[in-house]
């Protein structure tokens, strides 16, 4: 694998895109003009070669106001939202802390699960996001320790699993005192830690 | 037909070792080949 990583970017050239990937990126491109947005979770591990389906790609996106909101709305021509036709409503489910699930119109999978920033580890991912260059796209991603903290912490064996195989790849890249920080802090117990040695 | 449970516990568990030992064997090849060449196979898989 021919990756460059720094701090705050991933390039990762050549890599012939997936279905999956095109639908992330295409949903991204339109985003990127309205909001700040980080991708969490699943999707992060299948960007770098994990080969596992997944029917939706988690991300949270910086609050937002209506007006913004809806402008970003207005522009997602070819995709459509499961929760509500009418903006507002869809706005309100983004205020109450729930999330909005876009796809494209007519199908159902994948999805977009969209929720706005909430709680601090939210924010850290937001403002601490990775950006990943992938010839002439990019998209942004969560800081490669904490979304391995936060898999071991979700802890089923798939998620353990994409832990491990974030571990792995990236073990000569990362921070690994802020890995530490993060287990510690979220309290991941030894039982668990162990499954990335 | 008898069920042994425990049986069936500790298989699960192999299982999922045996599926992380493998996780390890494909990051080793992920890392040593080309971008082009993994994401292809990828693409086979996932679509």
């Known amino acids: ?197 | 037909m008898k069920i042994d449970l425990q049986e069936l516990e500790e298989e699960k568990k192999k299982n999922f070792e045996e599926r992380l030992k493998f996780i390890d064997s494909y990051v080793e090849w992920l890392k040593k080949t080309p971008n082009r060449e993994w994401s292809r196979q990828q693409v086979e898989v996932l679509g």
């Open chain 1, 1 to 197: 694998m021919e990756l460059i990583y720094s701090q705050n970017k991933i390039v990762l050239n050549d890599k012939i895109l997936s279905k999956l990937d095109r639908f992330v990126f295409g949903f991204t491109n339109i985003l990127d003009n309205h909001a700040k947005y980080v991708i969490i979770s699943g999707y992060v591990a299948i960007l770098f070669g994990r080969n596992r389906a997944s029917e939706d790609v988690d991300m949270f996106v910086e609050p937002i106001s209506f007006g913004d909101f809806k402008r970003f709305w207005n522009d997602l021509e070819g995709y459509e939202c499961h929760n509500s036709n009418e903006v507002s409503y869809a706005y309100e489910y983004l205020i109450d802390g729930l999330a909005l699930r876009f796809s494209k119109k007519g199908e159902f999978i994948p999805n977009i699960e969209f929720k706005f920033a909430k709680k601090d580890l939210d924010r850290y991912d937001l403002d601490n996001r990775i950006e990943v260059c992938i010839d002439n796209e990019r998209l942004f991603v969560g800081p490669i320790e904490l979304q391995i903290a936060y898999k071991l912490f979700l802890g089923s064996e798939k998620d353990i699993e994409d832990a491990r195989f974030l571990f792995k790849l990236f073990n000569n890249y990362i921070d690994a005192a802020k890995l530490e920080k993060f287990l510690n802090d979220i309290r991941i117990r030894p039982e668990i830690r162990k499954y990335l040695n």
